[in-house]
């Protein structure tokens, strides 16, 4: 049996309708050209054209308007996080200004989750962290690490920490091949992240995000020589 395409016309089309796009040869507030016009430039058919659209309608990029037309989102000014994925994939530049976000916010999760953590959520940090040491390979390694810092999220008592770290995570998943330097040595990761939880399971706040705050600058370091 013949393997199937990886892409299909629509993934291309989708791709290239999306780089044009951020690339400002669709200014945001501007209308696309009419579709037999638009299908017509880049060689598909109309059906291959709305299935495109319906895609970047839901990535957050178009909207569409019932007989007025297709219109570029001003998503700078109106789109939300989960448009950063597709944003790393076109340009990797923001992964800078994502770790910028991630040292602020990592900090103040670790501060809360000093003073908030509960005798159960402190016990499961440490087995946790275990899984650290224990995990075999950058990739495994990488993920066990993100395990702890979901949990400090929810030690914090507020959910919108554990959706902010899930944000982060996934804002740099595309390129998250490139950024298993902190975590190819898995004593290593687990001496870094140790700081962060013996500071939360002794309550002390002062320290947990002075501990969190240097994780996450080291850690940072260490990607951004890889993705470089």
Known sequence: MEALPRETIVDVLEDRLRTDILEGRHPAGSYLPPE?????GYGVTRTTLKHAFGRLVQAGLLETRHGVGTRVR???RLGGADLLPMLVRHDAKWVHEIFEVRRGV???IAERAASRATRK???ELHVLLEAVREA???DAVQLADVEVHRALARATGNRV???L???LFNAYLPVRSLLKGPFTDPAAAHERLARVVAAVTAQDARRAHA???AYLRDTERIMLEGLA
Not at 36 to 40: I, K, N, T
């Open 36 to 40: 037999r016009q638009l299908a017509d």
């Open 74 to 76: 001003d998503y700078a």
């Open 106 to 108: 990592g900090a103040l």
């Open 121 to 123: 959520q402190r016990a």
């Open 136 to 138: 075999d390979g950058a």
């Open 161 to 163: 920490y554990v959706l």
């Open 165 to 167: 770290t899930n944000t």
């Open 211 to 213: 501990a969190a705050d």
